[in-house]
RNA sequence: GUCCUCGUAGCUCAGCUGGAUAGAGCAUACGCCUUCUAAGCGUACGGUCAAGCGUUCGAAUCGCUUCGAGGACACCA
């Protein structure tokens, strides 16, 4: 409709002789009486050919012709409204019925090779709230992503070497000792939360005192397996299965690390100093230098993440997403500094951060920590509020809101979350096609053609379009934003006329619109990774 | 102190590559169940888009300044 209406519109520029090839803005007002589409082009030109914008109208409508358009109208101060024959709309119904699982699917990807990492939680606790955000937003950007064509690999990085796994090996060890009666202290950071207590005394369950003897190396491997096992069982559950896992001891193995440190050497990226070998990325794009290589000879966190993305870039993405927690965006820059000294396009990783999650329980703010292990976790989110609610709840706000999460809200399970509202909808829908169902398609729609059919089919209609820009802007809380507004026009529809009636072809009719409408909800919902009910 | 992100209705948030009268939900008040799910529908109330200056036909949206909130500034990761 849209294509139309552009075309006959730079037909009617041209044969004005006005230089314009820009790309023409075709808006849908927000006022009904505005039109079906409209266009601010004569405001646009009015600068370009010094003209009233409401005479350039003029001239554009006057030689405008489009036969889809049944009526153009100019209104102050100079936008051209153009009201549609609504047949389209009909053309789409057929559409989404045939299409079913499909419609809204397109390949504006073509193919292109995304790779998306998110969450990458240590294995040193179990997934926290701020977490549950990050994989709702990353899951969701994947699915999106995917539906429309790219070819998206979503990655999990794993921390299973460095400072943080000794600590790791040394709190499970403490509370090992602790068990069986012994002396031993926590470290410094240690990790003092309940799965750390957990995994201490379900060795002693097993194998009582018998395993004191054992090395730090023991405790490590062991609590990283048990972590990572409760992680990605609960991100299981949270509807996110992963393409692809890397974790930094292959990466370590994959590549010599010091090799990659004497590659930012040879480019010149590096000095020593104090006995420490740096980098130099304030010569980049950072505002401070950072050691690589530590007076006592060990390398920092840095050395293994360089090598990291220096992988991933050797796996040949057009474009790679990194989703961290605001609280790295330090760290953004000495990651592109490295990527561009070791040659490759800084420009192709995007990182996105995304604001923490505050937590407000009984009214108040509570400050989260991991290390002394208070914090409400993803699986009690899940436990208590359901998946649904819990992805949905995160896909509904975009990433740079310092969002507020009220756990009291959140157990109650009350309307302030818009899921059940969609699911509503789709459940009442789904009552209804349990009395009765019509799979054949007419060729020609006779009885929908009242205000209410219209609004919310124009709203199915868009369906495509927004999410192609939820792909291209990254945004999936545009989804939920679409679908919450479908569900409302279904609602509203559903209120002021009746699906079964005494006439058997406006009964078929609108049984095949309230079931495009099921169909859309459900592939909406689908790209954030919620499962709506068919029953409530 | 330097650097990021943010500030929109009482609350939680949309709207931001500039467009027409700034939108939802919750809360508040009032209507609507003899017919397909009332977890619903409808009406009302609610705004100095933090403040100021600028850019222009036009600013919540872009720029600068101020104020406020959160975060980052390790030979920790």
Redesign the pocket.
């Given at each position: 409709m849209k294509e139309l209406i552009i075309a006959a519109l730079e037909k009617s520029i041209s044969s004005l002789n006005i230089d314009y090839h820009d790309q023409l803005e075709i808006?849908r007002?927000?006022?009904k009486?505005?039109?079906d589409c409209?266009c601010?082009i004569a405001?646009?030109l009015?600068?370009i050919v010094h003209d009233n914008?409401m005479l350039i109208a003029e001239k554009l409508v006057a030689n405008f012709s489009c036969p889809e358009v049944k009526n153009v109208e100019i209104?102050a101060?100079?936008?051209i409204?153009f009201f549609v024959a609504k047949d389209y709309l009909l053309e789409n119904l057929k559409k989404v019925l045939i299409e079913k699982e499909n419609y809204g699917r397109s390949n504006i990807g073509a193919g292109q090779k995304i790779n998306i990492e998110f969450v990458s939680a240590?294995p040193t606790g179990i997934l926290h709230i701020g977490n549950a955000r990050g994989g709702a937003y990353g899951d969701s950007l994947a699915r999106i992503m995917r539906f429309c064509g790219y070819d998206v690999t979503s990655e999990y990085y794993i921390?299973d070497?460095?400072?943080?796994i000794n600590n790791l090996g040394e709190s499970i060890k403490a509370r090992y000792y602790e068990i069986c009666g012994q002396d031993y202290h926590m470290p410094e950071?240690g990790y003092y939360g309940e799965e750390i207590k957990a995994i201490a005394k379900e060795l002693y369950d097993n194998y009582q005192d018998t395993y004191l003897d054992k090395d730090l190396e023991f405790y490590k491997e062991l609590g990283t397996k048990k972590l990572l096992n409760n992680i990605f069982t609960d991100l299981k559950e949270y509807g996110i299965n992963y393409d692809c896992y890397t974790s930094e001891k292959a990466i370590s193995q994959k590549y010599d690390l010091k090799e990659i440190i004497n590659k930012l050497t040879t480019h010149g990226y590096t000095y020593e100093?104090?006995?420490?070998t740096w980098f130099k990325c304030s010569a980049l794009y950072d505002?401070?230098d950072?050691?690589l290589i530590?007076?006592?000879g060990?390398l920092?966190?840095?050395v293994p993440d360089i090598a990291y993305h220096y992988d991933k870039y050797n796996r040949g993405y057009d474009k790679m997403i990194d989703i961290f927690g605001?609280?790295?965006?330090?760290?953004v820059a000495r990651l592109k500094s490295s990527i561009k000294a070791l040659g490759n396009d800084p420009d192709k990783l995007e990182v996105k951060?995304l604001?923490?999650v505050r937590l407000i329980k009984d009214g108040n703010v509570v400050k989260m920590s991991k290390r002394s292990g208070k914090s409400v976790t993803l699986k009690e989110l899940i436990d208590e509020v359901g998946v649904n609610a819990a992805r949905y709840y995160f896909a509904?706000?975009?990433l740079?809101?310092?969002?507020?999460f009220?756990l009291d809200l959140a157990k109650s399970?009350?309307?302030?979350n818009?899921v059940?509202?969609v699911s509503?909808a789709y459940?009442?829908i789904?009552?209804?096609l349990r009395?009765k169902d019509i799979t054949e398609i007419p060729e020609k729609f006779a009885t929908l053609n009242n205000e209410d059919t219209y609004n919310v089919l124009e709203k199915v209609y868009a369906f495509p379009e927004v999410v192609k820009t939820a792909a291209l802007k990254e945004?999936p809380?545009?989804i939920t934003?679409y679908v919450?507004e479908l569900a409302?026009l279904f609602?509203?529809y559903?209120?002021?006329?009746?699906?079964?009636t005494e006439n058997e072809i406006a009964t078929k009719e609108n049984i095949l619109l309230i079931k495009a409408i099921r169909q859309t909800i459900y592939n909406a919902l689908n790209l954030i990774g919620v499962i709506p009910p068919?029953?409530?």
């Open positions: 808006t007002p927000k006022q009486e505005n039109g409209s601010n405001l646009r009015a600068s914008p209104k101060p100079g936008f409204n240590n921390n070497a460095g400072n943080q950071n100093l104090d006995g420490a505002d401070k950072h050691v530590k007076e006592d060990t920092t966190y840095l605001t609280d790295h965006h330090g760290y951060l604001q923490l509904r706000y975009s740079d809101t310092q969002m507020d009220d399970k009350s309307n302030e818009p059940y509202y509503y459940a009442r789904s009552s209804i009395e945004l809380h545009l934003n919450y409302g609602h509203s559903y209120a002021k006329n009746r699906i079964l068919e029953k409530m």
